[in-house]
T-cell receptor
Framework: DQQVKQNSPSLSVQEGRISILNCDYT??????FLWYKKYPAEGPTFLIS?????DKNEDGRFTVFLNKSAKHLSLHIVPSQPGDSAVYFC?????????????FGQGTTLQVKP | DAGVIQSPRHEVTEMGQEVTLRCKPI?????LFWYRQTMMRGLELLIY????????DSGMPEDRFSAKMPNASFSTLKIQPSEPRDSAVYFC?????????????FGPGTRLTVT
């Protein structure tokens, strides 16, 4: 039972254009969502997060949108740069229990072409 | 801060041998997580500790896998005996969820190859 799903294994965009990565979740108990970026031979690094009390969070070129009714979140990167080429994971958590356990999606490989 | 430290970075061993992976979390973090990444299963949580106590080990694939956290600054993941299907990248991560922030910080990983 995969509670967090990233249905697109890969995405290719042109430099300067917008990259949109999508993520769906099934567990309505999730109330905190995160995006991680991973380069080859490195560990995932935290990118941006959003609490369920918000529907949008922005940090520079990165914006995460949350649609609770659809149980869907997306990461927008504008403008995309070649250095953004990496695997992106979305993750979900619940404040209940306060242990910080994250459930990760399968990842989407983003390629930004110069 | 040096971040999460994992050792070794690479491990090549023969089937049947014991393998021990090590992790030093970020100082002050009280939750520690062990993950395994494979092409087939993606990033899967094996076990996590809170205040040095194992909270959930339901992701540990078999009894061949065991993990310990003897103190707040050190954890091990042991595989004995190792099998070729254990070949993967193993990540350790730490966090401090009591602050309400659930961001986990990952180490660089250990690439394990079992021949």
């Amino acid at each position: 039972d995969q509670q967090v799903k990233q249905n697109s294994p890969s995405l290719s965009v042109q430099e300067g254009r917008i990259s949109i990565l999508n993520c769906d979740y099934t567990n309505s108990m999730f109330d905190y969502f995160l995006w991680y970026k991973k380069y080859p031979a490195e560990g995932p690094t935290f990118l941006i997060s959003i609490s369920s009390i918000k529907d949008k969070n922005e940090d520079g070129r990165f914006t995460v949108f949350l649609n609770k009714s659809a149980k869907h979140l997306s990461l927008h990167i504008v403008p995309s740069q070649p250095g953004d080429s990496a695997v992106y994971f979305c993750a979900a958590s619940s404040y209940r229990g306060n242990t910080g356990k994250l459930i990760f999606g399968q990842g989407t490989t983003l390629q930004v072409k110069p | 801060d040096a971040g999460v430290i994992q050792s070794p970075r690479h491990e090549v061993t023969e089937m049947g041998q014991e393998v021990t992976l090590r992790c030093k979390p970020i100082s002050g973090h009280n939750s520690l997580f062990w993950y395994r990444q494979t092409m087939m299963r993606g990033l899967e949580l094996l076990i996590y500790f809170n205040n040095n106590v194992p909270i959930d080990d339901s992701g540990m694939p078999e009894d061949r896998f065991s993990a310990k956290m003897p103190n707040a600054s050190f954890s091990t993941l042991k595989i004995q005996p190792s099998e070729p299907r254990d070949s993967a990248v193993y990540f350790c991560a730490s966090s401090f969820p009591a602050t309400g922030a659930h961001e986990q910080y990952f180490g660089p990983g250990t690439r394990l190859t079992v021949t």
